[in-house]
């Protein structure tokens, strides 16, 4: 079996935009990158399912926004551009049931609407902006930080601000307007930065970057308010150097979370228990430098991490009933790595 994956990076150096590589389950082996299509640090992507690919932009002036373009050509054929943004959101997102498109501007703390049109273009809709109190850490004081806008299981958007230790719950409207239902205020320092979510316990797992923390929180879908269960660490109580963590995924039967650190250069697993209680069972060495993002191969035999700074992925084999990484292949060229997305 060979399933392919789009991989987001930044175009610092030497990546050129949007790159595609596949997974060949029988050789347990990443082949065949290739560019999908040229972009300005396109950091995270979202397929819809209509095959149209969704992607974070930068035009040469440092304005932002996001890219359409058509997932059935190699290249990818351009769609539209909306360059509408200061500078360049943290991550985008698409909306199949109101077809729309989401994106969170870390740099500006704004949350952003678009209409998918028929032929899949991007027509901006609408916007919120947090703006107020932050956080008491360095990284917190240049204001709110949106991080991640996507949806809640029962419809919702929910929005993770890394710069105000907060997490938003907000209603939308068919014009794409936002109300807000609920707020979670994480202890300080904390710097919330993705979060994902058990529909059948209720439960959502909220990583804190800057504390290098998971977080499990009970969702009340009646009124679309969190809960604070307890928060545990991604590293080790004796890890002093810098880290920041990423990316987290669940595993579709809700048995463990996974969870990307920068710095320390793993992915901490989690075991759930039936309580939704956490406990880490294994830091898994990502074999490379400062891993961004990871995703599961559609049957979670599989999962491939990109390594920002050393330019490369990483591919492990996943026990199911463990949980736990064993590394099948390492240092296959990736450039600038930051999303790994699964192809529809």
Not at 287 to 300: A, I, K, Q, V
């Amino acid at each position: 079996m060979t399933e392919k994956f789009l991989i987001g990076t930044y175009t610092r150096d030497t990546s050129e935009g949007i790159y595609e590589i596949e997974l060949d389950e029988n050789k347990k082996q990443l082949q065949n990158l290739q560019l999908v299509a040229k972009a300005g640090n396109p950091t995270y992507v979202a397929v819809s399912k209509a095959n149209r690919l969704y992607a974070i932009d930068k035009g040469e002036n440092g304005k932002g926004g996001a890219l359409a373009l058509d997932n059935s050509t190699r290249p990818a054929k351009e769609i539209n551009v909306c360059l509408n943004e200061d500078t360049n959101p943290a991550y985008i997102t698409v909306d199949e049931g109101r077809q729309f498109v989401y994106t969170a501007n870390y740099h500006t703390g704004e949350v952003m609407v678009y209409k998918i049109e028929e032929d899949g273009s991007l027509t901006y809709l609408n916007k919120v902006v947090h703006e107020g109190n932050v956080g008491p850490r360095p990284e917190q004081q240049s204001g709110a930080h949106p991080h991640y806008a996507d949806l809640t299981p029962d419809g919702r958007l929910v929005v993770v601000d890394l710069g105000q230790d907060m997490v938003y719950v907000y209603d939308i409207a068919d014009d794409g307007a936002l109300t807000e239902v609920s707020t979670l205020k994480m202890e300080a320092g904390f710097g919330p930065r993705h979060v994902v979510f058990d529909e059948q316990k209720h439960v959502a797992f909220i990583v804190g970057e800057l504390s290098s923390k998971l977080a499990v929180v009970n969702y009340d879908q009646n009124d679309g308010s969190f809960h604070l269960d307890h928060i545990v660490a991604t590293i080790p109580d004796d890890w002093t150097e810098h880290n920041g963590a990423a990316a987290i995924r669940l595993s579709s039967d809700g048995k463990f979370v996974y969870v990307s650190n920068r710095g320390n250069n793993s992915i901490a697993v989690f075991e759930v228990k039936d309580n939704a209680k956490v406990e880490l069972i294994q830091l898994a060495s990502t074999e490379g430098d400062f891993p961004r993002d990871f995703n599961f191969s559609s049957d979670e035999k599989f999962m491939v991490v990109v390594n920002q700074n050393t330019n490369d992925a990483t591919l492990y084999e996943r026990d199911a009933n463990s949980g736990k990484l064993t590394v099948v292949q390492k240092d296959v060229h990736v450039p600038e790595g930051v999303c790994v997305a699964r192809e529809k």
